[in-house]
């Protein structure tokens, strides 16, 4: 039974359909991204309103990502990315059906579960998938997210130009979405449980006062480093239009050169994490993250601008890969466990943030809110040596995964 699930062939068409299942989710979030403005403005909210509004969107994730976590556990996390994938292609179009803040706030909120269930899910395969190819694969995986982020925003800068309405484009991303959920779903991982331990559970129990601490500074470092890339996702088009006062279109590639940087970084990730150490990505890493945002903050040109948001994207690429490889990988405690709970406090940093920035908008102007991911990277950076990876006894595959 192991064979069937080990053949070379399937696990590499398994590995290329939880690639895809990335890109789509990379691509319907931005998707909403680079319409944030025009519905904004259709909706006619302040940005404290918007503010707010994430907040419904980052607690429908949270939801979801709770409700996600024991299905996949029950019926399989090959189960949950299908019927994930379908319910945020469903719910990206809502958005563009708003037509005030309370209408948008119903539709962020089911846009929101249905993005919490499919990253707890994809990511559950995607550990499943770095465990049985017994590599560094996971920064792979993330890059592809960021390559459906990149295709996600140019498209949005394209139908923005062409003057198409947030209906029709959104509609057009939801078919996208679906299709894309319907070609790789056959070819995932028939992963029953987050976590399948050896034989011998004794070694992978958890001390009395072991894991906790090395988990939650895991997760603080996951949250700021989320936040910060939450700041990018969801403010960047907002801020280059509002700073600059460019068009819709031009804004839009503020996100497209964070995203491309993202994807470009991601693809390197794990040779130089193999060279140089997980350490040295994160804290050298959010080094260039912040030499990025700091230009984002002073800079009065475009190109300047687009360039802080470049390297601020790139600095941040391989940071969150080392940080999930050493959650997973801890020598104490349950694998699964340990990874939900640093990807549930990360997420909470990746859509609270921008709330935060919003409500901070109403004290000053939303450029110089980018001293708050300034600050947060520079901390990461500080602790990097969180994510110095412990040896963990090796794990047997049995015939579920």
Sequence with gaps: MRSSVTDPVRLRRARAAIFGIFAVNGFLLAAWVVHIPAISERTGISHATLGWLLLLLAGGALIGMQVAGPLADRYGSRLMVIAAGVFISFGVIGPALATDALWLGATLTVFGFGNGALDVSMNSQAVHAERLYRRPIMSAFHAFFSVGGVVGSLLGAAVLAAGWAPLTSLTVAAAIGFLTVGACGPFLLPHTAPDHAAPDQTTRRRPAGGAPKKVLALGALAFALFLS???ANDWSTLQVKEHLGTSDATAA??????????????????????????????????????????????????????TGWALFGLGLSGCIPQIFTAAGNLSVGSAGVNMSRVVGMGYVGLLAGPALLGWLTELVPLTATMVVPLVFVLIASRHAGQVRRSPRAPVELDARD
């Design 253 to 306: 590639l503020a996100f497209g050169a964070f995203a491309l940087m993202m994807t470009v970084g991601r693809f390197g990730a794990d040779r130089v994490s193999a060279e140089l150490g997980p350490v040295s990505v994160v804290r050298y890493g959010t080094l260039i993250a912040a030499l990025g945002i700091g230009l984002v903050t002073v800079s009065g040109w475009v190109w300047l601008t687009l």
């Design 229 to 231: 890339e939450g700041v």
